[in-house]
């Protein structure tokens, strides 16, 4: 039996906020990788900046009109977390504490989109996607809390370096929706 395949309604709904979301890692990698003398403010607002917006547009993402219900839950609660860890980065002093506040949201936002992945991907094909954003999270996750070690240059770096392969995943992912989105507008033109 081939896996389902994702509407064009889906394509449509779900294009914004995983462009968005891919945007955020890709404006976090490309600070990370310029700002050569960044300081703990800088790691600890732009951390907290990316955490926020990251948990903003996975919301977004579960909350489109063909997305099912059963998953709102848990991605209220990922979302929510990322967004609480992202306020509480803003006032970290320290990269240690960027880094297990960062570590946190990314380890349960992996769970979720794990648990999206496994149980609801036969209902909303574009949680196939999850898999690879919940392999990068987890081993993100962990990545930092090796790195705890780390000055607020090297943290930033190293967060840097896992948003890179969000975004460029997300923003693959947002083109072929978008792609699967116009591609059926001329075909239900015809057929009206």
């Given at each position: 039996?081939?896996?389902p ?21 890709l404006?976090?990698?490309l ?31 579960v ?47 992996g ?5 999206v ?13 999850q ?10 996750a962990i990545a ?36 699967d989105?116009k ?10």
């Amino acid at each position: 039996m081939p896996a389902p395949k994702t509407t064009p309604a889906q394509a449509q709904d779900v294009f914004r906020p995983v462009f968005l979301r891919g945007l955020g890692a890709l404006v976090y990698s490309l600070i990370s990788i310029f700002w050569i003398h960044a300081d703990q403010s800088v790691l600890s607002y732009a951390t907290g900046a990316l955490l926020v917006v990251t948990g903003a547009f996975m919301w977004q993402y579960v909350t489109v009109p063909s997305a099912p219900e059963k998953s709102r839950a848990a991605y209220a609660l990922g979302a929510g977390l990322m967004l609480l860890a992202g306020i509480a980065a803003l006032f970290a002093t320290t990269p240690m504490w960027v880094a297990y506040l960062a570590a946190f949201a990314f380890f349960v936002t992996g769970l979720v989109e794990f648990y999206v992945f496994a149980k609801l991907r036969a209902q909303f094909p574009p949680f196939r996607n999850q898999l690879i954003t919940a392999a990068v999270s987890v081993v993100l996750a962990i990545a930092l809390l090796f790195g705890t070690g780390l000055d607020a240059h090297g943290m930033f770096g190293l967060i840097g370096g896992g948003t890179i392969i969000f975004a460029v995943f997300e923003l693959i992912a947002a083109f072929g929706h978008r792609h699967d989105a116009k591609a059926a507008a001329p075909t239900e033109i015809e057929n009206n």
